[in-house]
């Protein structure tokens, strides 16, 4: 038995391709079904996301499965000839154990170290299962790279510090407020980081939101969305003084906010504390609000610094990572030559 992996990610092909090759989750039944059927394949597994498509096989024997596998693809998803035939990789024993691993740990991922991909591979499995496409090897595989994920990040810093500009803003966020659940939000525009960075804030526990939008009927949108409430923009000083958290998005092409406004604004206020994140280009809010007492001003560039900062200290722990795959993966592979010797 050879377990083996053909598939494509976000390295290898534009998502134009990858969309064409998905496997909607309605279908994916289907997908299992016909692959262990038409190949008679013993056991496999389908991981389809939005970055990758990856087929995981355990082969009687390898010889003539890649062109098969590939057949089947195109086949399933009624492709053209060449669409995709540059973007497969294919790997076979002990690379593809070896690869599992490394996308469960979140090592092969667009943004280095992220969780949510280990999420995605329990549910590829889950849904092999339940249409017993799984067996006796790929249970001992998939939990293994579940065990390793886990260690992995345990014992390792690769998961650590926000590296999306909306998720370091919620991280600086909390060094001002413990519990956002009983702040008040204020989204001034409806860019795209904007509305990212509130749902976020959202996500972490916010439930008080104003929108503020040019178009009332676009801030009633976004705001029924997330629970909130749209306000008018004539009332955006009334607003200004309810909120802890400013997200700027606005993309007006001057300062929308100056530091006397805001000193005054303060002072209305009574000093309670003020945080703020400018995230339009150009800038919408004067930089010297942040020189303030009790109002704490962060722009587009500081927050994309501070990612890219954490990204390079993710990238540091490649090595120990690595490490503790190599050894996962040297110890599956004897366990499993073991067992098929007894077989």
């Known amino acids: 038995m050879d377990i083996a992996v053909l598939g494509l990610n976000h390295r290898t092909a534009p998502v134009e391709v990858r969309e064409r090759v998905a496997f909607p989750p309605e279908r994916l039944a289907e997908g299992l079904s016909r692959l262990r059927g038409e190949l008679e394949i013993p056991e496999c597994v389908i991981l389809s996301t939005c970055n990758r498509v990856e087929l995981y096989c355990a082969l009687p024997h390898p010889d003539g499965h890649r062109a098969s596998l590939t057949r089947f693809m195109h086949r399933f998803h009624a492709l053209e000839r060449g669409l995709v035939e540059e973007t497969w990789y294919w790997h076979l024993q002990p690379e593809s154990v070896r690869h599992l691993f490394r996308v469960a740990a979140g090592l092969d991922s667009m943004v280095v170290g992220e969780s949510e991909i280990l999420g995605q591979v329990k549910d590829a499995y889950q849904r092999a299962t339940e249409v017993a496409a799984v067996g006796r090897v790929f249970r001992e595989l998939f939990q293994q790279a579940f065990t390793v994920a886990k260690e992995v990040r345990t014992k390792t810093q ?186």
């Open 158 to 343: 690769i998961g650590r510090g926000a590296v999306s500009v909306s998720s370091v803003a919620v991280e600086l966020a909390r060094k001002i407020f413990a519990d956002f659940s009983t702040k008040s939000i204020l989204l001034f525009g409806a860019g795209q980081m904007g509305e990212a960075t509130l749902r976020c804030l959202v996500g972490r526990g916010a439930r008080h939101v104003l929108v503020v939008n040019r178009s009332y009927a676009t801030a009633e949108v976004l705001a029924a969305q997330v629970g909130g409430r749209a306000v008018p923009a004539d009332d955006l000083s009334a607003a200004l003084r309810a909120a802890d958290i400013l997200i700027c998005s606005a993309a007006a092409d001057r300062y929308l906010l100056t530091r006397p406004q805001v000193q005054a604004l303060m002072r209305q206020r009574r000093q309670r504390p003020f945080f703020l994140i400018d995230i339009s280009v150009p800038r919408n809010l004067d930089p010297a609000i942040g020189t303030l007492d009790n109002v704490y001003l962060y722009n587009i560039d500081d927050l994309e610094g501070i990612a890219a900062a954490n990204l390079q200290r993710r990238c540091v722990e490649l090595g120990p990572c690595l490490t503790i795959i190599e050894a996962k993966a040297q110890q599956f592979l004897q366990r499993l030559t073991r067992e098929a010797a007894l077989a």
